[in-house]
């Protein structure tokens, strides 16, 4: 090869391996993470950080307008409508034995679209590691969907007794 003037010979040996290692990484599997990651949104229950996965919502909406309604579940707030469908908005905080909330977001359960979940604080999204036990900050929306389950077969049996 011929090398142009005012570059000395030994960097025609460096130039010809990184020339190698850069068409070698084109021949070569990508390294695939062992760490999996997870789209959260982040929130808080009073001071108290909480995190429900992205994939469990359908969506967030910002200052719901709720309609109360009579109900024995106190976590049962009122009712709203969300992607054209009415919607029971329920206080996360209560449904967690937690202080109840000012519902200032609400986020739809992807797996239940008449169910929705408010809390007062939302800190944003965030990718992170879960692993294999999940994380203590992890709302899990199936144990939420059960609660408000029971709360309402509760609910439902006081109605009948009275």
Do not use: K
């Not at 130039?15 to 190698?20: G, I, K, L």
């Not at 789209?39 to 200052?63: F, H, K, Q, T, W």
């Not at 294999?132 to 077969?153: C, F, K, W, Y």
């Amino acid at each position: 090869m011929n090398r142009p003037a005012g570059i000395p010979a030994q960097l025609d040996g460096r130039a010809a391996e990184m020339r190698v290692e850069f068409d070698s990484g084109f021949s070569r599997l990508p390294v695939q993470s062992q760490v999996e990651l997870t789209d959260v949104l982040v929130l808080r229950i009073g001071d108290e950080p909480c995190v429900l996965r992205l994939s469990d919502i359908a969506e967030v909406i910002s200052r719901p307008v709720l309609t109360m309604v009579p109900a024995l579940a106190p976590a049962l707030i009122g009712i709203t409508a969300g992607r054209g469908a009415p919607v029971a908005a329920y206080d996360l905080g209560l449904l967690l034995g937690r202080a109840p909330v000012t519902p200032r977001w609400l986020v739809l359960a992807a797996a239940e679209p008449g169910v929705g979940l408010a809390f007062e604080h939302f800190d944003g999204y965030h990718r992170i590691e879960l692993g294999p036990n999940g994380s203590q900050q992890l709302v899990e929306m199936s144990t939420v969907i059960d609660a408000i389950a029971r709360l309402t077969h509760r609910s439902n049996n006081q109605e009948i007794d009275s």
